[in-house]
């Protein structure tokens, strides 16, 4: 889209030689923090000689896939239940998720999101060895919505809190989901309102 254009333009003449400069070393420094705090818990595709990634890392959970049925999808669901907006899924490997931090993110951002991660590998870890049911888990159901969370009957096997409060820091400031998990492929394929009608929402209102 040519609009995106003046954007682009207005950022690099603001930015100049230096500040991009700048910008670049520092989203290979965010790129790179991210990388050696989830390596012990992800396989990380594409590092250099010295284990290094550029201004991305590439978090491999195919081998988690094999191990405990859970899917990138359902890590990307669930990263909604920690507050965050899931990074670039199955692109450019299948299975993966390519995290892109910019250089704008503070360490405190890029170390709530490694915690997310980490957090969720421990929720895998559970369903492999059975202490979480392979079906009937936090992953599988995300995102959880907070109508889901008040209704008078809890449909899983695992606790509330485990569902919408995985770290004790979303007590304090918490995201909640508009809507649970979705069927991406039909909206993928059918791009039509498929809302209820105008009528039902006046029924509410009145």
Same mark, same amino acid.
């Given at each position: 889209s040519a609009g995106i254009l003046p954007i682009s333009y207005a950022y690099i003449k603001m930015m100049g030689r230096d500040g991009l400069l700048e910008a670049t070393r520092s989203a290979i420094l965010n790129?790179?923090? /991210? @990388?050696?705090? +989830?390596? %012990?818990? =992800?396989?990380?595709? =594409?590092?250099g000689p010295n284990g290094m990634v550029a201004h991305e890392c590439i978090v491999d959970l195919r081998p988690l896939k %094999? !191990? !405990?049925? /859970?899917?990138? %999808?359902?890590? @990307?669901?669930? +990263? /909604?239940d920690y507050g965050f907006h899931a990074p670039t899924m199955s692109f450019p490997v299948a299975g993966t998720l390519m995290i892109e931090p910019t250089e704008s993110e503070s360490k405190a951002e890029l170390d709530r999101f490694? %915690? @997310?991660m980490i957090c969720i590998r421990q929720e895998i870890r559970a369903v492999e060895t059975g202490t979480l049911d392979a079906e009937d888990n936090p992953l599988r159901n995300a995102p959880h919505t907070i109508a889901e969370l008040t209704d008078e009957e809890w449909q899983h096997c695992y606790s509330r809190a485990q569902a919408v409060y995985p770290v004790a820091a979303l007590r304090a400031g918490k995201y909640w989901s508009p809507v649970g998990r979705i069927d991406n492929v039909y909206g993928d394929r059918n791009l039509v309102c498929s809302c209820p009608a105008l009528s039902e929402y006046a029924d509410e209102l009145a």
């Open positions: 790129a790179n923090y /991210i @990388a050696h705090r +989830l390596r %012990e818990h =992800y396989p990380v595709l =594409y590092t %094999e !191990s !405990s049925g /859970i899917t990138v %999808e359902d890590v @990307a669901k669930r +990263l /909604i490694c %915690e @997310a």
